[in-house]
């Protein structure tokens, strides 16, 4: 029940990795650097294969020992947000307007990290897919590598993936067997009416007014049609019309984000959205186009391979620091695409903080390089653990 010894021996190499990273940030499917940095550590490392271009941008290393047939995946996402950082580091981004503000950047160094341990010990016996995934932020990057042949080119039985928690305590992990994270879907509702002045609004049929109504009723869909047991949001999060405070606009645009996790949820989520957007708006006698765009599905864990992960994680960090009932997030993630082809685990790691300290996606937010250990850690004791040696 500790971090590996042989790990923790090259922590400030880990730490040296996350940080040139963390300074050469690069959005969804423009990992370049990023790419080139992690094929030639993996080679350097001795893999016996290094695969680029896999949905343009991704990385995936393979490491084999004994005999065996069984093969798993370990995935880490590599991209960084289009967010100005604010925390002064002296290794903070380098480039305007991009940073790593999610823990991509650490994320990547861990699999790096567990790839080098697995690579000088090859204490299992089987195959070891590392897979580092471009354009996890809201591009799809997990689907596009399914989409191109990902499991048919890799052929791993189960798959698995991390995500750091920066309010969960340093050296701590939590997950949950069933769905993890939400399936996120974008509704946009153009209003079309009748402008004109605002001192005549009885010559107009004002779409602001629809706008506003809708707004508010579509509250009403997870209070009142969605079985109080189960779970969904509707956020409506952008208002968009008019031009002058005394002209009652043609035309208002609302959108806004869906979060559900139980797919006859998310079918009842879109059809309601739809109908209640068109009936108040032929109430107020204007038009509603309604545009509904099904996201990233819900993240859903297996059972057996939670309960392996979370053994995994016991041994690295003692069993009454795994939580194995973590509540579900209604966030999303792009890993979901490759658990609907294979079973297997999305775990949160804790990487310190209480509630005061930066969250993910903010402008202050840093991975904590105290956890760099505790996720390597975890991902060679699971490698182990699932494909022991003979």
């Known amino acids: 029940m500790a971090i590996i010894n042989r790990i923790g021996d090259f922590h400030d190499d880990m730490t040296a990795w996350r940080r040139d990273l963390h300074a050469h940030p690069e959005l969804g499917f423009e990992e370049v650097r990023t790419s080139a940095f992690v094929a030639e550590k993996l080679r350097s490392f001795g893999l016996d294969e290094v695969h680029t271009g896999l949905a343009r941008t991704g990385v995936v290393g393979v490491l084999r020992a004994g005999s065996g047939r069984d093969a798993i995946?370990?995935?880490?996402?590599?991209?960084?947000?289009?967010?100005?950082?604010?925390?002064?580091?002296?290794?903070?981004?380098?480039?305007?307007?991009?940073?790593?503000?999610?823990?991509?950047?650490?994320?990547?160094?861990?699999?790096?990290?567990?790839?080098?341990?697995?690579?000088?010990?090859?204490?299992?016996?089987?195959?070891?897919?590392?897979?580092?995934?471009?354009?996890?932020?809201?591009?799809?990057?997990?689907?596009?590598?399914?989409?191109?042949?990902?499991?048919?080119?890799?052929?791993?039985?189960?798959?698995?993936?991390?995500?750091?928690?920066?309010?969960?305590?340093?050296?701590?992990?939590?997950?949950?067997?069933?769905?993890?994270?939400?399936a996120a879907d974008r509704v946009e509702i153009r209003l079309i009416g009748q402008g004109g002045h605002g001192a005549m609004p009885h010559l107009c049929r004002d779409p602001v007014v629809a706008g506003a109504q809708i707004a508010t009723a579509l509250q009403t869909v997870v209070a009142r049609n969605v079985d109080p047991v189960t779970q969904g949001v509707v956020s409506i999060t952008q208002f968009h019309g008019g031009d002058a405070d005394n002209v009652i606009p043609q035309e208002v645009t609302l959108r806004g984000t869906i979060r559900s996790f139980a797919p006859e949820v998310r079918d009842l989520l879109e059809r309601r959205v739809g109908e209640i957007a068109r009936v108040v708006a032929q109430a107020h006698e204007v038009r509603a186009d309604v545009t509904y765009t099904r996201g990233y599905p819900a993240t859903i864990n297996s059972e057996a391979e939670t309960a392996q992960a979370a053994a995994a994680a016991a041994d690295v960090v003692g069993e009454d620091r795994v939580d194995r009932a973590a509540p579900p997030v209604m966030g999303a993630e792009d890993f979901a695409y490759m658990l609907e082809q294979r079973p297997g685990a999305y775990v949160f790691m804790g990487v310190g903080g209480d509630e005061s300290a930066p969250t993910l996606h903010s402008p202050d937010y840093d991975f904590n390089d105290e956890a760099l250990p505790y996720g390597a850690s975890y991902w060679a004791r699971l490698v182990e653990q699932l494909l022991p040696a003979r």
């Open 73 to 182: 995946g370990l995935r880490a996402d590599m991209d960084a947000l289009p967010i100005e950082e604010a925390t002064g580091r002296p290794y903070a981004s380098t480039i305007p307007g991009k940073m790593h503000a999610c823990g991509h950047d650490g994320h990547t160094t861990m699999l790096l990290g567990a790839a080098r341990y697995l690579a000088e010990t090859r204490n299992f016996d089987g195959t070891v897919y590392f897979i580092f995934q471009p354009a996890e932020e809201m591009q799809g990057g997990g689907r596009v590598m399914v989409e191109e042949g990902l499991f048919e080119r890799f052929a791993a039985a189960r798959v698995f993936g991390m995500h750091n928690w920066p309010r969960m305590p340093l050296g701590t992990f939590a997950m949950r067997a069933g769905p993890i994270m939400a």
